[in-house]
């Protein structure tokens, strides 16, 4: 025969399979209040980037974020997000790769702990510019996002989803941007 506690009478049990379930949701989600879809990927609508300056994340200098023109890929990360920290080696390979012909810009997001955001970079073999977005003035909800940007400024693709390999970043450039690998 089981006892059953005093108080309410309620077995606890759901409280915790409903605390582990919001816990599994968000440790599988990716960074950010949305989750990160690495599934197939969908095109979105052509839209400008946020007319918002931003300061380089290392040293001098700005960016005009609507002023990009393209081909450009954008990375939007954050030092503490696990799934950037893996996908930056990729874009630094592709940039290295396809310097002179497909821009890379990083946008570290929201991120408090500079120092360690710099550090990762360079761990990573990041050499292209990155700049920093503290106060979230990029609107993203999820990271790590990666954005298209055609040559006329427009958005051509932006989705949150964690890059695993070179060859992604090359297909979904050929794919919305046009630029063969």
């Known amino acids: 025969m089981r006892r059953r506690r005093r108080g309410t009478g309620r077995s606890a049990r759901p409280l915790v399979v409903g605390l582990l379930a919001v816990l599994l949701a968000v440790v599988t989600a990716g960074c950010g209040s949305g989750g990160a879809d690495d599934g197939p990927a969908r095109p979105t609508s052509p839209r400008a980037l946020p007319d918002v300056t931003l300061e380089a994340l290392q040293g001098s200098g700005e960016l005009d974020l609507g002023s990009i023109r393209g081909p450009a890929v954008v990375n939007l990360w954050a030092s503490w997000c ?8 990729d874009y630094a390979a592709y940039a290295r790769k396809h310097a002179g012909s497909v821009d890379v810009i990083g946008i570290d997001f929201q991120d408090t702990q500079v120092d360690q955001a710099v550090a990762l970079a360079e761990d990573s073999g990041v050499d292209y510019p990155l700049y920093a977005d503290p106060d979230g003035l990029t609107r993203a909800r999820t990271l790590p996002q990666i954005v298209l940007v055609d040559a006329e400024g427009r958005v051509r693709f932006a989705r949150p989803m964690k890059i695993t390999s070179v060859q992604q970043i090359e297909d979904l450039v050929a794919e919305h941007l046009g630029v063969a690998p």
């Open 82 to 89: 696990a799934p950037c920290r893996a996908e930056l080696p």
